[in-house]
């Protein structure tokens, strides 16, 4: 682990993670288990008829790949705070990138500027998490 004054300059990168695209079946998986069975995100046909061209991903599952992204850099009890504000819809097949930039680093911390994006670059979630101060690293 490095320090978080390590980290101290604003813009630098802690992390970038691309997932695979997301599948239909991966979809499927998750109202399983996140019990979240709206139709709208498995099937097709209700999709259509509401207005939409396809189903399109769970908001919380983007989050979700936000989150394991940022966990996955970091010891999970160095999170303080971690926050999202859902920009735009996934499409099923996108594959998502997640970001995080320092934004602020002081004694209390390094605030991260957090961001997931699909591969055309169609910002998906923004977002922000509190770290522990002295403990991250770049994963």
Known sequence: MRPAAAFAEKGTQ???????????????????GSGDH????VDSDY????????????GMLVMAYLGRALTDCLPPFAL?????????KTAVHAAITCEGLVDEANADGVRLKLVAKDETGEVKLTGTALIAPDVISTG
Not at 38 to 41: D, R
Not at 80 to 88: P, W
């Open 14 to 32: 802690v992390f970038r993670r691309t997932f695979p695209p997301i599948t239909r079946h991966r979809l499927a998986l998750y109202c399983g």
């Open 38 to 41: 709206n139709p709208i995100h």
């Open 47 to 58: 999709a259509k008829a509401s207005g939409y061209e396809d189903v399109f991903v769970h």
């Open 80 to 88: 303080r705070s971690y926050g999202v504000r859902f920009v735009a």
